[in-house]
């Protein structure tokens, strides 16, 4: 497939591009109609919508296959909306309303001195999130991404970064293992915030297996990795959207990541294991929002 | 950006509306809404950022556009059909409107431009089928009431705008 057809991939840089020229161009009283027309269209991505739905079979077993395929409309609805809110937000600077929802843990978070773990998932918009955070909050934060799969989608994303972040948000892309943890652990020794979404594990990366709905899947050893040998807490922290432009930002207790043994991984496992169980709660009770549009879990395995 | 902390009736500050009928709705309703302190919150004040007005607005136009085309196909159509294809008409030709080149830089935003276009093909549709027989006229006569509605809430806004909450709060830079 040549270059330019690759554009218009489900990752392609054509829907990115058409995106920023919707959000330059659509009318706010017409953003229902729009949002509702992207996720019908979205909806015809068979593996996206294959992965939503066998996701939903796991977080609402005895579902009707009908009902989840409605659920998987409302999982896109609810995506087309959050990518449209962070393209606004780039674009015109345009904040959502924000509700902070365990605000002990945002303020225990704010006032931890020394470096600390965010951990979070991909709900919500993990962008606005971090632009939002750094807004309000006069710690500096360094934001892990994954890159994009498409060459000219990723230089695409990196230009928009570039034009957009503020100063005190830096934008790291994992694509170099052992460099990027070098540097994370210097900004969290520097007393930053790293911010690292931690349910979905990218080719290269460590994990550690964990049951989750039932099935087991693998969550990412890094950034329980990188706690235990920078020695901060990490702060599960939700981005969940409540309805048009309108989000909660839900703080959790912290996790610590204690060195016990000689043995790392079941040191790990305790770690991983609460993050897995907080995650699988915010997932039961906002799966609309879990923007995982690959199955978790191996079928021939679960 | 400004933004209000804490105050979950800022929720209801005018400047929140783009249309003056929903300003001045929203005014009565900050007004009657009680003071308390919602911790954590945070308001943005952003002319279009409610969901009652987006989602209200896109409703009447989406109905009453799928109205105006149903009218002149339900003639020739059974009327399943014709509401069918009345309606993905609509939504399509709405589409074009967002998406149709526009003048000038197209890497500029052009919101202005295509909510004009916008509401200028539901005027001229109201007028047209507000002379036509039958219950059409009744759906052109509302749109047309609606107009002239939110055109008087228009004048007393800009009467009153001395007296209405300016979204007094902080400024943010993100």
Redesign the interface.
């Given at each position: 497939m040549t270059r330019w057809a690759k554009r218009f991939l489900i990752r392609g840089v054509f829907w990115r591009e058409l995106l920023r020229?919707?959000v330059?161009?659509?009318?706010?009283?017409?953003?229902?109609?729009?949002i509702a027309?992207s996720s019908f269209v979205i909806l015809l991505w068979g593996p996206g919508r294959r992965g939503v739905m066998r996701n939903l079979a796991a977080i609402k077993p005895r579902s009707w296959a009908v009902t989840n395929f409605l659920r998987t409309y409302r999982v896109f609805w609810n995506f087309a909306w959050t990518i449209t809110d962070t393209v606004r937000?780039k674009?015109?600077?345009?904040?959502?309303?924000?509700?902070?929802?365990g605000?002990e843990h945002?303020n225990a978070l704010q006032a931890h001195p020394g470096g600390a773990i965010i951990i979070t998932a991909h709900m919500g918009s993990y962008d606005l999130g971090a632009?939002?955070f750094?807004?309000?909050s006069d710690r500096r934060i360094v934001m892990v991404r994954a890159p994009e799969s498409d060459p000219d989608t990723q230089e695409f994303e990196s230009r928009r970064h570039e034009v957009s972040a503020?100063d005190s948000l830096r934008i790291d892309f994992n694509i170099k293992s052992t460099d990027l943890a070098i540097e994370l652990l210097h900004a969290l020794e520097a007393g930053h915030l790293v911010a690292i979404q931690g349910d979905r594990v990218t080719p290269g990366i460590g994990s550690v297996p964990v049951d989750f709905f039932g099935k087991t899947t693998a969550i990412p050893a890094g950034p329980f990795a990188l706690a235990m040998a920078s020695r901060v807490p990490i702060y599960p922290l939700f981005i969940i959207r409540k309805?048009?432009?309108?989000y909660a930002l839900q703080a959790c207790p912290p996790i610590l990541v204690e060195r016990r043994s000689r043995n790392r991984d079941e040191d790990l496992r305790p770690a991983v294991q609460a993050w897995a169980r907080q995650l699988e709660e915010i997932v039961r009770n906002h799966w609309q929002q879990w923007f995982t549009f690959e199955a978790f879990y191996d079928e021939a395995a679960a | 950006m400004r933004v209000v902390r804490d105050r979950p009736e800022a929720r209801w500050l005018p400047s929140r509306f783009r249309f003056a009928a929903f300003k001045l709705a929203a005014w009565m309703l900050y007004r009657a809404a009680p003071r308390r302190r919602q911790p954590g919150l945070v308001v943005a004040i952003d002319r279009d950022q409610t969901a009652v007005e987006s989602y209200s607005m896109a409703i009447v136009i989406v109905t009453a556009g799928t109205l105006f085309a149903f009218d002149p196909l339900q003639r020739y159509l059974a009327w399943p059909l014709a509401a069918t294809i009345a309606f993905i008409s609509v939504v399509i030709f709405l589409h074009v409107i967002i998406t149709f080149p526009p003048i000038g830089a197209w890497q500029n935003s052009h919101i202005e431009l295509k909510s004009f276009v916008t509401i200028f093909f539901l005027a001229a549709a109201a007028i047209h089928f507000a002379t036509a027989d039958g219950w059409i006229r009744y759906v052109a006569w509302l749109i047309l009431a609606a107009m002239s509605l939110n055109a008087a809430a228009a004048i007393v806004v800009r009467l009153a705008k001395s007296r209405m909450p300016a979204g007094d709060g902080e400024e943010i830079n993100p």
């Open positions: 020229y919707s330059l161009n659509c009318p706010p009283f017409l953003e229902p109609v729009a027309a937000f674009e015109f600077r345009t904040s959502p309303d924000w509700e902070f929802v605000l945002w632009h939002v750094a807004a309000v503020a309805g048009r432009r309108s | -």
